[in-house]
């Protein structure tokens, strides 16, 4: 069992390493690191990376771009495979080319392959934009971004067709196997994963005093996933080390997908329904009990000790936990912004995706469960629902990405035709549907071969039940074209001309500016639009005499002075809320028992965020909610009471803030 103890240590502490040197920096070696970082992404290989586009987004475009076509292609395997379940000599009439079709589970793999490709290389894509956005518009690198999503593409092609030229190399079974492993987890991962941590690291060490985003988290996580998992697979191969084996293949096939996967759900569907994350601690969860459980898609029977076995259970029951908590977190947000959220294809099809996400687990974890720890008779069901997740979920929040959320971060209109709609309700209804078939079909066939032993009797009794994979093979044929429609649509916005400036719709009409400084980015974070109005000071203020505020702007200093600087800072929310109760006629205490929600006799930032955000005056993320508490928090103990609510209203309102 050690093996099992130490692989697991070596991985969990990359990721603490990783997240601990992220949030606290490396102190004074963090600007030669960052120099080394950078040459080794600009100048290494030596002119390659100059034949690509260093203009910003452009390495999430192409990954995103290289994504939707492998996308593309796998739904239609997808077909061609549920098809030959149905009709197993479907495709001999290819043996006329002079290709031998086996039994299936050559057409599965590539299935499987292409599929995982192309979500990948979508939610990579997503992912890199959203880090890029949030941390000084661009990555460090985006040409070495590019060209990492071309070594990716070509790559992934060389793992499918290297047992066809290993067959006319003449090389044998176990040359073949292990130059297969070799160049599809160290260079297909560890390699492209190793470049892209560094371009996501020095991105993120520049980003100034914004936040490490949820979907910056996720990413990084995923590529020290890539990164060192493909290590331990091979050295499990080489040391005959099968539980060290299922541990890697376990974190390339779950933990790697499923970090993408989320990472690119807490952007797109924030961003289409305009709103904030709904909760911090969800998010949290979700992405702290990821990487500490086990996935419950593509689980294989592994030969361990019973004590282990039991162990992989447990965590595989919480590892339902980060996957439920993300869509009951998502679906929240989205509702509190349903207006937008439904009004494009985008939105719609992220929705879709969490509303789906909470089944599709369930199902996967039951037969998952009963392949880990039982007779591993369900094994097949949970390989395909763990398909289907992937096509359908995946497929959705790829659609959503795709038409939606990186169109808009690159100045272009979002989707909202016709064909848009139509690609996100046919891989939407169509992978669920077939999903649902495929699992009646499994469980059908199970019942029949554990009750009838007579071989002459079961062998037509089965025959009769193929209408199963008839109808899911008819009912997968709209993934398929949904993928096509949604590619065409993709390619059609590539094509249209980007707007210098991009509308940014606000919720917010004005936005009043006390005493004190800020900045833009801080404006922007709390839903400020290009368009809403900023007022400087009070009405009554602004009776009593002029207020003088000096803007000082030199070359390359982007610093904006604001004046008369207040020896005490107060949070010009706070004034804000102050002056809405005044306009308002309203008194603390009443203004306290609406927003109490719960009658606990305190608030916490949830509720005072959703009182700032109903009374338009600022949309607050969740992170920027710990000043105000602080601002207003006498005892200190995180909640905010009436006495003291009250007091720092009649603060604001005393006279000798307002005559300063």
């Not at 447990?314 to 908590?325: E, V």
Request: proline content about 3%; aromatic content about 8%.
């Amino acid at each position: 069992m050690e093996p099992v103890f130490i692989s697991v240590g070596m991985m969990v502490g990359a990721l603490l390493l990783i997240a601990y040197y992220v949030q606290n920096g490396i102190g004074g070696m963090s600007t030669p690191m960052q120099t080394l970082g950078r040459f080794l992404l600009i100048k290494a290989p030596a002119g390659a990376v100059d034949l690509f586009d260093d203009s910003a987004g452009r390495g999430g475009r192409t990954w995103a771009r290289f994504g939707l076509a492998w996308l593309v292609l796998a739904g239609t395997l997808g077909f061609v495979a549920r098809w030959h379940d149905w009709d197993a000599t479907a495709l001999d009439s290819l043996a006329s080319l002079g290709w031998s079709y086996d039994d299936g589970s050559g057409l599965a793999t590539t299935v499987s392959t292409t599929l995982r490709t192309g979500l990948v290389m979508v939610f990579i894509g997503t992912s890199l934009t959203a880090v890029g956005r949030t941390s000084g518009g661009r990555l460090c690198s985006e040409a070495s971004a590019s060209m990492m999503g071309l070594v990716f593409t070509g790559v992934s092609l060389l793992t499918l067709l290297l047992p066809t030229i290993a067959g006319v190399a003449g090389l044998d079974a176990a040359t073949e196997d292990l130059l297969v492993k070799v160049v599809s987890s160290v260079v297909l991962h560890s390699v492209v994963g190793g470049a892209l941590l560094v371009n996501v690291l020095i991105t993120l060490a520049n980003r100034g005093e914004a936040p490490v985003t949820y979907t910056s988290w996720f990413l990084l996580n995923a590529l020290v996933v890539m990164l060192v998992a493909p290590l331990l697979y091979i050295g499990g191969e080489l040391a005959d080390g099968t539980q060290t084996v299922w541990l890697a293949q376990a974190a390339l096939e779950g933990w790697l997908p499923l970090a993408l996967m989320l990472g690119t759900a807490y952007a797109v569907i924030p961003a289409a329904a305009e709103r904030a994350i709904w909760s911090s601690s969800l998010s949290t969860v979700s992405l702290a009990l990821l990487f500490l459980t086990v996935p419950a898609v593509s689980v294989r029977q592994v030969d361990a000790p019973v004590l282990l076995e039991n162990l992989g259970g447990i965590l595989m029951t919480f590892g339902m936990l980060p996957l439920l908590a993300a869509s009951v977190n998502l679906l929240q947000t989205a509702r509190s912004g349903a207006s937008q959220a439904f009004s494009t294809p985008a939105g719609l099809a992220g929705v879709l995706a969490m509303f789906l996400l909470p089944i599709y687990a369930v199902g996967a974890y039951f037969s998952g469960m009963e392949t880990l720890v039982g007779e591993a008779s369900l094994h097949g069901l949970n390989m395909a629902l763990s398909h289907g997740l992937f096509f359908t979920v995946g497929g959705l929040l790829a659609l959503s990405a795709t038409l939606g959320y990186l169109p808009q971060a690159n100045g272009r209109a979002a989707a909202e035709s016709g064909g848009a709609s139509t690609a996100v309700w046919m891989v939407a209804l169509g992978g669920f549907l077939a999903t649902v078939c495929t699992a009646l079909s499994s469980l059908a066939v199970r019942a029949v071969e554990r009750s009838v032993s007579d071989e002459e009797v079961l062998e037509p009794v089965l025959a009769n039940m193929a209408g199963f994979d008839l109808v899911g093979a008819f009912l997968f044929y709209g993934v398929a074209l949904g993928f096509m429609v949604a590619a065409s649509v993709s390619v059609r916005i590539g094509f249209s001309p980007s707007s210098a400036t991009t509308s940014v719709g606000s919720d917010i009409r004005s936005y009043a500016l006390s005493v004190g400084s800020t900045s833009i980015r801080s404006l922007l974070g709390r839903g400020v639009g290009i368009d809403t109005e900023l007022i400087i000071g009070s009405g009554e203020k602004a009776s009593s005499g002029s207020t003088v505020i000096a803007v000082r702007a030199e070359l390359h200093n982007d610093e904006v002075t604001e004046f008369p600087d207040s020896a005490s800072e107060v949070p010009e929310e706070l004034q804000m809320l102050a002056d809405f109760l005044d306009e308002t006629k309203q008194d603390v205490f009443s203004f306290f028992r609406s927003i109490d929600l719960d009658d606990s006799g305190s608030i916490d930032a949830r509720e005072l965020q959703n009182a700032l955000r109903s009374a338009k005056i600022a949309n607050l993320p969740p992170w920027d909610m710990g000043r105000l508490i602080s601002a207003i928090d006498i005892d200190g103990d995180g909640q905010i009471n009436l006495p003291e609510l009250d007091i720092t209203v009649a603060r604001l309102r005393s006279p000798s803030l307002e005559e300063e």
